[in-house]
């Protein structure tokens, strides 16, 4: 069983305890514990149970690389599903349940899979659900639906806050073990601006686990002391618990900085973001142990020899009292030594090597530990934790030659460099025979802008083996980063031990031979249960290239993205197809390195900080009035004033009977503003409109339309001229900031020799539409400047002072009636809303919403951008000829305009549209027409851009595009509505209100 | 005449910063061949102030001139002067090809200042703000999170950051948010 060590653990506080509970049974654990070292403090081997055949999993590493270990953490709206136990810290209170089992942990239904697996070999799932084909969607997806995934959700309601941080140095280095404090060094003495960035919250990596000696101390010693030296410098910054997740183009980094993880509820915010933009990027990343390939080496209590260290030397936690040592290395045998020093006990180690190890093994047969060479696994025995071991022969098929019991297995099966963060943007690998891994190719490193590379790998995590290398190469590359950044490096490496090893022995299966039941218990992918087998079917299969078996068998698919399987996984592969390794290559590694929160890359954007809301001057007056408000880009416009108990079509037909009797207010602020400038603005103008607008007189307004270079519509609006230099521009709301850019666009970049500035205006305004009859008597009320009928006449404007106010008032009208645009500074916006309201009062003056503006202007036939048109839509398609010039020789679209099928006669037009019934047809709905397509479809001949019901008319009015439309007037249409049934309309004039437009000329 | 209000009404948040409303600010765009004589002669009877080099921002009494573009500055004055200084202006550059137009009611003006400011800027727009990347007299149109904004740091450690009128109670809500206590990154200040 597992237990605490009343002696070691150099990371834990054993004089204090803390409580935690795991399925809700109260442990304790020691701060400095990981959850995971405490989890196993309390014996509690069994953590979890795997993905496909729910079979019970143990602890198997100590880092990020877990696969297994895998909790929900938390309660309510703090739940977490699928964090590592290992990467946890462990704080008093900490709650977390196991995961991927029903009923139980200990009883879980589904490991029945397990004595299934014979039945569920890789591909299965395609192989059995693909027939027959609807039996997918209705019976299998559901039903796998039910039992795939890991976590449950997590719970809406994060209390959490989170934040980026943008950083900028010479030299980042990713990783804070003796490599990384080293490179750091060496930059920073070099003079450069330096960032070194640690995963965990400890510096030193594992060497202060692995002993050794840098400069003459103790490497533990030299850890600290490096670090208060860096602490001293000021041109570096030391980050812990920030882990270096991803490398981007041109030298851009993501740290992620787990600020509060260990500290819930303190006012920090949980994680950090750092988004950092560095010259040069060192990974010191180091190595990970890869497992060995043996059956049962899933069985809770085998673990990887490194981690079974790292928790009798950090956390004082050993995990069994006989621990068996099996291994294709030297570095395994300092696990047995460690343990043996500690008084435990080693039956046996196992090295598949024929010739054994080096000088370790000698220090462990010293010790008087049984050392077995050219011997493996044949087969773990237990269930929910190991009970004893069988071995076999290397070099042979698995005849058990002698059990052992033990209850716990250290295995190793190598080591790999960490080269994820060096391949993220691009780095190649080259495969080291000697070593048995891929590490950094340094010829093909990530290159920046200026084809340079920008990533220097160090130490381990650049295949390194000893101390000694790993300083000097980490040295080496803190210079270069120096260098590449233009300072001067200067001072050597410090010295650091060395060790002699023999070398080690590529082990990809155990025993070699390994028939097939021992193969189908021999686990390469812990979390989504891929065999030996499973790899090994695919290649038979043909799925010879790498990224194919990999989807196939799901290798490496899971949330550890195959840290422990993917060279084991297609060394398995490349001896199936044989073939080398390099030739099967890898997979592509992906950012982020290991899976960081959703919530850090929103960072702040969340609650009211979301997203931008724009609000206009008189927002406030809005809300205070129960507007129910609609999106209109990132505006939120009232959509209608609902009063009292009144439902948004009831609110809707009031203000538009409102108008239409008396007077109404529309808060029209979020209209574009463009001031258009210059001696060739008139000229810019033109080719910016369809119509004419240099011919516009000061004082005048015209409405006009803009096109794209392809012809097609793209804004309307009413120009005025402010003076024979300037035109103000009004775009729809939302195309003020693009219609800004388009401009700006052409002037830049095709007319820049024209005399022509714009300026974006619009927040500079607050504007309110005043319409109905009174109109012009309530403003009247308000100025002492003449705006009658004859000294402002329609499409007007002038500069008058309203309520005291310097304003800009047009006389143009939207909803058919008479009616003015007052444009006031936006500090007044509200002032003057707040006057007209009052001096309208004996009107019955009400406000209205963007629902009624557009009922309003569909009863007098205007059209309206992105309901007439759609980006496909020519301003001929909308009869608006009229608008279109005939005397300019050209404006942006005129071309395009004229080809074949823009200039079609069958292109649809618009028309209006009367139901016969005096119902409101359905929106977007189509007009059918006899006949079917060559897809078997029903052919159209029209559809409906907008349908309203007219509070003015009494009945539903709408306007669509229809094959010949124009020229069918009176002919009756059928548009099938959604649930069946059909409305029946007849094609009429779009005008349905004031055809003649007495009611806005008076 | 109404009395003027700007968007955030003299909010004020204090935290690892402070962040406040500024008030109400005179703000004229000028765009023209800013390397003319012209037009660095209106722009120093206009302010007082010479044309600032790229990315800088040039202050007086009451008064600055930011650099916005090659051939745009925003002039920055007290808020009852805009009519004047911009007939100043059109007086001086008639003739010229220029545009100049009143957007003091287009923007909102915030203050962060104390301790924390460099940081509290820095969570949110991505500009090298070290001391020393980034200087007294300094300026920068950049993204404040989702929106535009621009910003100059004055002698006193104090950032003068523009934001767009509408999205003022965003902006604010930011800076407020990345000012909370606790927040502190500890690479600045």
New interface residues.
């Given amino acids: 069983m597992s237990t605490r060590l009343a002696k070691t653990g150099r990371l834990v506080d054993h004089s204090r305890a803390i409580e935690f509970t795991f399925n809700g049974k109260r442990l304790k654990g020691h701060p400095g514990d990981t959850l995971a070292s405490a989890l196993l403090a309390n014996d509690q081997m069994l953590v979890g149970r795997s993905f496909k055949y729910h079979r019970p999993r143990g602890i198997v590493a100590s880092g990020a690389e877990e696969p297994n270990a895998l909790v929900g953490l938390g309660e309510g709206t703090r739940f977490e599903p699928n964090q590592r136990v290992t990467t946890t810290e462990l704080f008093d209170g900490l709650t977390c349940i196991s995961q991927n089992h029903w009923p139980s942990l200990d009883f879980d239904i589904g490991a029945v899979n397990t004595h299934l697996s014979r039945f569920l070999p890789a591909g299965f799932y395609y192989k059995m659900f693909i027939h027959p084909r609807p039996f997918w969607k209705h019976v299998y997806e559901p039903f796998i639906r039910q039992s795939a995934g890991l976590g449950k959700a997590s719970n809406p309601g994060d209390p959490d806050?989170y934040?980026?941080?943008?950083?900028?140095c010479d030299v980042l280095v990713v990783g804070g073990g003796v490599a990384g404090l080293q490179a750091a060094l060496a930059a920073a003495e070099a003079g450069s601006?330096v960032m070194l960035i640690e995963q965990t919250a400890h510096w030193g990596g594992r060497s202060p686990v692995d002993g050794g000696e840098v400069d003459g101390q103790p490497v533990a010693e030299w850890v600290d002391a490096t670090i208060a030296k860096l602490q001293g410098m000021p041109n570096v910054?030391l980050r812990n618990r920030c882990m270096g997740a991803g490398v981007y183009d041109q030298g851009y980094a993501l740290g992620y900085e787990r600020v509060a993880d260990h500290t819930p509820g303190?006012?920090?915010?949980r994680h950090?973001l750092w988004?950092i933009?560095a010259g040069q990027i060192v990974t010191a990343t180091g190595a990970i142990e890869r497992p060995l390939s043996f059956a049962g080496n899933d069985v809770p209590g085998v673990m990887l020899a490194s981690a079974i260290r790292d928790y009798a030397v950090d956390f004082g936690v050993s995990i069994g009292d006989r621990t068996v040592v099996v291994t294709n290395n030297d570095d395994a045998y300092r696990t047995a030594i460690t343990l043996k020093q500690l008084g435990l006990e080693i039956p046996v180690i196992l090295d598949a090597r024929q010739s054994g190890g080096g000088a370790l093994a000698d220090e462990a047969r010293a010790l008087g530990i049984r050392v077995e060479n050219g011997k493996g696994i044949a087969k773990v025995k237990g269930g929910k934790r190991v009970t004893g071991v069988a071995i076999c022969a290397q070099a042979g098929e698995g005849a058990v030659l002698e059990e052992i019991a033990c209850d716990a297995v250290a295995m190793s099966g190598g080591w790999s460099p960490v080269v994820h963060l060096w391949s993220h943007c691009g780095g190649k690998l080259i495969w080291d025979e000697a070593s048995a891994h891929f590490r950094p190719d340094p010829d093909q490193p990530p290159k920046g802008a200026k084809g340079e590379g920008f990533v220097i790998p160090a130490g381990a995590a650049n295949g390194a083996g000893d101390l000694a290398s790993v300083v000097s190469d980490a040295h080496a590359a803190g210079q270069a980063a120096a260098k590449a950044m233009g300072h001067k490096p200067k001072g050597k490496a410090p010295k650091a031990s060395t060790s002699e090893e023999a070398p080690m022995q590529p082990v990809w299966l155990m025993p070699q031979g390994a028939g097939i039941k021992l193969r189908m218990k021999s686990w390469l992918d812990y979390q989504n249960d891929v065999k030996v087998s499973d790899v090994q079917l695919a290649a038979r299969e043909g799925y010879e290239s790498v990224e194919h078996a990999k989807r196939y068998t799901t290798l490496g698919m899971a949330t550890d993205q195959g840290k422990l399987s993917n060279i084991n996984g297609l060394a398995i592969l490349s001896d199936a197809l044989n073939q080398p390794i390099p030739q099967t290559g890898t997979t592509t590694f992906r950012p982020p390195y290991t899976p960081i929160s959703l919530s850090s890359i929103a960072?702040?954007?969340k609650g009211?900080?979301f997203?931008?809301?724009?609000?206009?001057?008189m927002h406030g007056w809005h809300e205070a009035n129960g507007a129910d408000f609609e999106p209109v880009g990132?505006?939120r416009r009232p959509y209608c004033f609902p009063k009292g108990e009144e439902g948004r079509h009831e609110a809707v037909n009031r203000e538009i009977k409102q108008t239409r009797a008396s007077l109404a207010l529309l808060d029209a602020s979020t209209l574009g503003k463009i001031?258009v400038?210059?001696?060739d603005a008139g000229r810019f103008m033109d080719v910016l409109y369809t119509n004419m607008m240099s011919t516009l007189k000061p004082g005048r307004c015209r409405y006009g339309l803009m096109c794209n270079e392809n012809g097609f519509l793209m804004d309307d609006g009413v120009v005025a001229r402010l003076d024979e230099e300037t035109f103000l521009v009004h775009t729809t709301t939302g195309g003020a900031e693009s219609i800004h850019g388009h401009m700006e666009d052409w002037l830049q970049c095709e007319w820049w020799d024209w005399?022509v500035?714009?300026?974006n205006?619009?927040?500079?305004?607050a504007q309110v539409g005043v319409a109905g009859p009174n109109s012009r008597k309530v403003i009247e009320k308000l100025t002492e400047d003449d705006i009658s009928a004859d000294a402002l006449t329609f499409m007007g404007w002038t500069e008058i002072t309203v309520?005291?106010?310097p304003a800009r008032v047009f006389r143009i009208s939207f909803a058919g009636e008479l009616s003015f645009e007052l444009s006031v500074?936006?500090?007044?916006g509200?002032?003057?809303w707040d006057?007209l309201l009052e001096a309208g009062e004996e009107y019955g003056v009400m406000p209205y919403g963007t629902e009624a503006m557009h009922v309003m202007r569909a009863e007098k036939g205007f059209i309206m951008i992105g309901d007439e048109t759609d980006g496909t839509v020519i301003p001929q398609d909308l009869n608006m000829d009229w608008a279109i010039s005939k005397k300019k020789d050209d404006y942006l679209g005129k071309r395009a305009q004229e080809r074949e099928h823009m200039a079609d006669p069958n292109r649809w037009k618009l028309v209006g549209l009367e139901t016969l019934e005096g119902e409101v047809l359905p929106d977007g709905a189509y007009a059918t027409a006899p006949g079917t397509n060559a897809n078997g479809q029903r052919n159209t001949q029209g559809r409906v851009t907008s349908t309203y019901h007219s509070p003015t008319l009494g009945r539903g009015i709408a306007m669509g595009l229809v094959h010949h439309g124009p020229d069918r007037m009176g002919e009756v249409l059928e548009f099938p509505k959604v649930d069946g049934g059909i409305v029946k309309a007849k094609i009429v004039d779009q005008v349905f209100y004031d055809k003649d437009g007495e009611k806005q000329n008076v | 005449m109404s009395e003027a209000i700007t968007p955030l009404n003299g909010a004020r948040f204090e935290g690892l910063a402070t962040i406040e409303d500024a008030g109400l600010t005179g703000m004229i765009t000028l765009r023209g061949d800013l390397s003319s004589k012209e037009v660095k002669a209106a722009v120093q009877n206009a302010v007082g102030l010479d044309i600032p080099a790229q990315r800088q921002a040039l202050s007086g009494q009451g008064t600055a001139v930011l650099w916005m573009s090659p051939d745009e500055l925003l002039l920055m004055c007290p808020y009852a002067e805009v009519a004047q200084i911009i007939a100043a202006l059109e007086g001086a550059l008639k003739g010229q090809h220029f545009l100049v137009a009143n957007v003091s009611d287009a923007r909102t003006f915030l203050h962060v200042s104390g301790p924390g400011a460099r940081e509290t800027v820095a969570k949110l727009c991505p500009v090298d703000l070290s001391e020393a990347a980034f200087t007294p007299g300094m300026f920068r149109r950049t993204r404040m999170a989702q929106v535009p904004a621009a910003f100059w740091l004055d002698e006193a450690g104090t950032f003068h950051l523009i934001c767009f009128r509408s999205v003022a109670d965003y902006a604010f809500n930011l800076l407020k948010t990345s000012a909370l206590p606790g927040g502190g990154v500890g690479v600045y200040g």
């Fill in positions: 806050r934040e980026h941080f943008y950083y900028f601006k910054t303190s006012d920090a915010p950090r988004r933009r960072g702040e954007a009211e900080i997203q931008p809301i724009r609000k206009t001057p990132q505006w001031i400038k210059g001696p005399k500035y714009t300026a205006v619009t927040e500079q305004y309520a005291g106010i500074p936006a500090s007044h509200r002032a003057l006057a």
